[in-house]
C-alpha cells in the first residue's frame, strides 16, 4: 500500500516560482494544467489585445493624419502577429510553450509601440504620452494573459530596455531649440514605466503562487480520491471473495447431501431390487410362487428405505413441515434404536426464522443427535428451542460421555456450522464438554420479527 | 380429577387397567369401550380429558378413531396404548395429533404417569428397544425450566458467582452466562435475582 506517499500537500516556496516544481513530472502536469484552465482567458485577452490595438489605429489617424501609410504597415504587422499568436494558440505546441508565446506576444506589442514612438518623433512630434501604451502592455500580459512570474520580469525588463534604447536613439534628431526637456520627459516617463513594472511583477509572483499552491490541492485530492477507490476495490475485493467461500461452503453441503443420497440409494435400494430381481426370477424359472409374498414383503421395505432416505433429506423436510415439527419427527424416527429419554421445550416459538437460520438449526440439531446416537451413550437429552430477545437459541443438554472440546478430531461438522452461524445469521454456536460430564450445545441466531 | 375413558378390545387387559386407575386418586375412569365406534359415541356426549386408545381393534381402528376425535373434539388428549412398536406407526400417529404413546409392556405404573404429563400439556411417547425404555416428551410454550438451568440455578440460589457455579457444574462461564439469559428470558425475570425468586415461587429449586 502506498500508505504515506503524499500525506500533506507540498508548500510552495519562491524557488518553485523561479525554477518550477522539484519534481519534473509534477511541472510537466503543471504546465499542461495551467494552459487547460486559462487557455479561455488567454485567447480572449489576445482578441481584446488585437481590438484595441485597432481601435488607436483610428484615433491616430485623425491626430496624425499625414502619417497614415506608414501607421497602417504598423498597426497591421502587429495585430497580424498578434493574430497569429491566436492561431497558434490551439495548437499543442502553444499548449506546451505558452509562456514563451506570451513572452513574444508582449515584445511584438512593445515593438509596436516604440516603433510608432520613433515614427512620431521622427515627425518632429513629442513622444511623451506614449510611455501608457507600454504599461497597459505589461498589465495585459500580466493579468489577462497570466504570464509567469520568470517570463513576466523578462518582459519587462527588455521593455524598460528598450524605452531607455529608444530614447537615446530619438534623442538626437530633435532640435536644441525646441521648448520640450527631453531629459524631464524621459525620467518622468520612466518612473511610472519602472513602477508599474513593479506592479506588475508582484502581481505576477502572487497569482503564479495562488495557481501551484491549487495544482498542489488538487493533485492531493486527486490522490485522497484514487486511494479511496483502491481501497473500495480491496473491500470489494475481500467480499467477493468471502461470498465465494460462503457459496463453496453451501455447495460443499449440497454436494455432501447428494453423495449421502447416492450411497444410501446404492447400498440399501440398489443391493435389495437386485436381490428382490433373483428371487423373482428364481421363482419364475420354477414355477413355484410360494416366496412371493416374501417378495413382497421385501418390495415393502424398500418403499419405507426410500422414505427415509427422503425423510433426511433435510430441506424438504424443512419447507413442508417447519422446524419444530422436523425435530419432532426426526425424534419419533430414531426413538425405536435409541437408548435415550428426549425431553424437549418449545418455548414462545412466534416470531418469524429465515430459512436459512430454520435450516442452520435443524442442521446443527441432526448433527448433535447423531454424536449423541453415535458417541456419547448419554441416557437424558434435554433439547430447548427458545425465543428471546428477538433471538432464537437451540439448547442441547446430555449427560452422556462427553469429550475434551480442544480435540480437533471431535465435530468437524459442527466447527464448519459454527463458521457459518458466526458469519452468516448473526449468531453463536458454544459447545461445551468435559470428559464424563456430558455435553452442552447452545445455538443462538437471529430471529426476523414478523 | 383427570376423566379418563379407555378403548380396547381386549378385556383382560382392560378390566385389570381400570382396577389399577381407580386406585389412583387423580385419575377418574369415567366409561369404556370395546372398539372405535363406540369410543366415538362416548366422546360425544361425555366430557372426557384423555382417552385411552388401543390401536389394533375391530369395527374402527385406533388410528381411524384418533383422526376422528381430533376432527370433532380436539381438546381431548389421546394416550396410545399398543402392543404394536414400529416407527412409521409412530410417526403417523403423531402426525395425527396423538399426545402419548406407550407399549403394553411398559407397564401399569408408567401408564398414570403418562396420563398425569399429557394432562398437563406434554407430549410423552415412549417405546421398548430391545428391553430399554425410549422416551421422548416434548412440551410447547410455558415458561418450564430445564434441568441444567435449574441446576444453575440452584448453584446460584447458596451464593456462588457465575464462576464458581461454571467449576462446580464443569462448565464454561460463557454457557453459564447462557443460561441464565434463556432463562431469564422464559421466566420474565429482569435480573438474576429474580430469576431465583421465580425458581423458589415455583419450587424447582
Known amino acids: 500500500m502506498k500508505k504515506n506517499m503524499i500525506s500533506s500537500p507540498e508548500k510552495v516556496s519562491w524557488w518553485n516560482i523561479l525554477f518550477g516544481f522539484r519534481d519534473g513530472y509534477n511541472e510537466k502536469r503543471f504546465i499542461i494544467d495551467y494552459f487547460d484552465r486559462f487557455k479561455v482567458q488567454v485567447r480572449f485577452g489576445l482578441l481584446i489585445s488585437i481590438f484595441i490595438y485597432l481601435v488607436f489605429y483610428f484615433i491616430d489617424i485623425n491626430v496624425f493624419p499625414e502619417l497614415e501609410p506608414k501607421l497602417i504597415v504598423n498597426r497591421l504587422l502587429v495585430s497580424g502577429i498578434f493574430a497569429m499568436i491566436l492561431g497558434v494558440s490551439f495548437t499543442k505546441v502553444f499548449a506546451r510553450h505558452m509562456q514563451w508565446f506570451l513572452l513574444f506576444f508582449g515584445l511584438v506589442a512593445a515593438v509596436g509601440i516604440l516603433w510608432k514612438l520613433r515614427l512620431l518623433n521622427q515627425n518632429g512630434y513629442d513622444f511623451s504620452f506614449f510611455y501608457p501604451g507600454l504599461i497597459l502592455t505589461s498589465a495585459i500580459v500580466t493579468f489577462y494573459l497570466r504570464v509567469r512570474f520568470v517570463h513576466s520580469a523578462l518582459l519587462n525588463v527588455f521593455v524598460i530596455a528598450a524605452y531607455i534604447l529608444v530614447f537615446w536613439v530619438c534623442i538626437e534628431p530633435i532640435p536644441s531649440d525646441s521648448p520640450i526637456n527631453l531629459t524631464q520627459t524621459f525620467i518622468n516617463s520612466l518612473f511610472f514605466i519602472v513602477g508599474s513594472s513593479l506592479l506588475s511583477l508582484y502581481a505576477a509572483y502572487y497569482l503564479e503562487k495562488m495557481t501551484r499552491n491549487d495544482f498542489l490541492a488538487q493533485q492531493h485530492i486527486n490522490y485522497l480520491n484514487d486511494h479511496l477507490q483502491d481501497e473500495v476495490q480491496q473491500r470489494t475485493a475481500e467480499l467477493r471473495e468471502e461470498k465465494r467461500k460462503n457459496i463453496n461452503l453451501l455447495l460443499d453441503g449440497q454436494e455432501k447431501e447428494r453423495k449421502r443420497i447416492s450411497k444410501e440409494l446404492h447400498d440399501s435400494v440398489g443391493c435389495q431390487l437386485a436381490l428382490v430381481k433373483m428371487n423373482l426370477e428364481a421363482q419364475q424359472q420354477a414355477q413355484d410362487y410360494s416366496g412371493l409374498s416374501q417378495s413382497i414383503g421385501a418390495v415393502t421395505d424398500l418403499i419405507k428405505d426410500v422414505r427415509d432416505i427422503s425423510h433426511n433429506h433435510s430441506v424438504f423436510v424443512l419447507q413442508r413441515v417447519g422446524l419444530t415439527n422436523a425435530i419432532e419427527s426426526s425424534l419419533y424416527q430414531i426413538l425405536p434404536r435409541s437408548c435415550a429419554h428426549f425431553n424437549v421445550y418449545f418455548h414462545r416459538l412466534n416470531g418469524h426464522l429465515s430459512s436459512a437460520a430454520q435450516l442452520m438449526l435443524y442442521r446443527v440439531f441432526q448433527e448433535a443427535l447423531n454424536n449423541i446416537l453415535k458417541h456419547s451413550e448419554a441416557t437424558e437429552v434435554d433439547i430447548q428451542l427458545v425465543q428471546h430477545d428477538q433471538q432464537v437459541s437451540m439448547v442441547i443438554c446430555d449427560n452422556g460421555k462427553g469429550f475434551d472440546v480442544n480435540d480437533a478430531h471431535h465435530g468437524l461438522g459442527m466447527h464448519n456450522m459454527r463458521m457459518r452461524i458466526e458469519n452468516q445469521l448473526e449468531g453463536e454456536l458454544i459447545i461445551d464438554s468435559r470428559p464424563g460430564y456430558g455435553t452442552t450445545l447452545i445455538a443462538t441466531i437471529k430471529s426476523e420479527e414478523l | ?205
Do not use: W
Open chain 2, 1 to 205: 380429577m383427570i376423566k379418563v375413558f379407555i378403548t380396547d378390545d381386549h378385556q383382560s387387559f382392560k378390566e385389570g387397567l381400570i382396577a389399577y386407575l381407580k386406585s389412583d386418586p387423580e385419575i377418574e375412569v369415567v366409561g369404556h369401550a370395546q372398539n372405535g365406534k363406540e369410543a366415538l359415541q362416548a366422546v360425544a356426549v361425555e366430557p372426557i380429558d384423555v382417552m385411552l386408545l388401543d390401536v389394533d381393534m375391530p369395527e374402527m381402528n385406533g388410528e381411524e378413531t384418533l383422526i376422528a376425535i381430533k376432527k370433532n373434539k380436539p381438546e381431548v388428549k389421546v394416550l396410545i396404548l399398543t402392543s404394536l412398536n414400529d416407527k412409521p406407526l409412530i410417526d403417523s400417529l403423531r402426525k395425527n395429533g396423538a399426545e402419548g404413546f406407550r407399549s403394553k409392556e411398559s407397564g401399569i405404573t408408567d401408564i398414570s404417569n403418562a396420563i398425569k404429563r399429557i394432562h398437563q400439556g406434554y407430549i410423552d411417547y415412549l417405546v421398548h428397544n430391545d428391553d430399554k425404555p425410549n422416551r421422548i416428551t416434548i412440551r410447547y410454550t410455558g415458561s418450564h425450566l430445564s434441568p441444567q438451568e435449574i441446576k444453575v440455578i440452584k448453584h446460584l440460589a447458596e451464593g456462588n458467582s457465575t464462576k464458581v457455579t461454571a467449576e462446580l457444574m464443569r462448565l464454561s462461564v460463557h454457557t453459564i452466562e447462557s443460561h441464565c439469559k434463556i432463562a431469564r428470558a422464559k421466566t420474565g425475570a429482569k435480573n438474576v435475582a429474580e430469576l431465583v425468586a421465580i425458581a423458589i415461587r415455583q419450587g424447582v429449586v
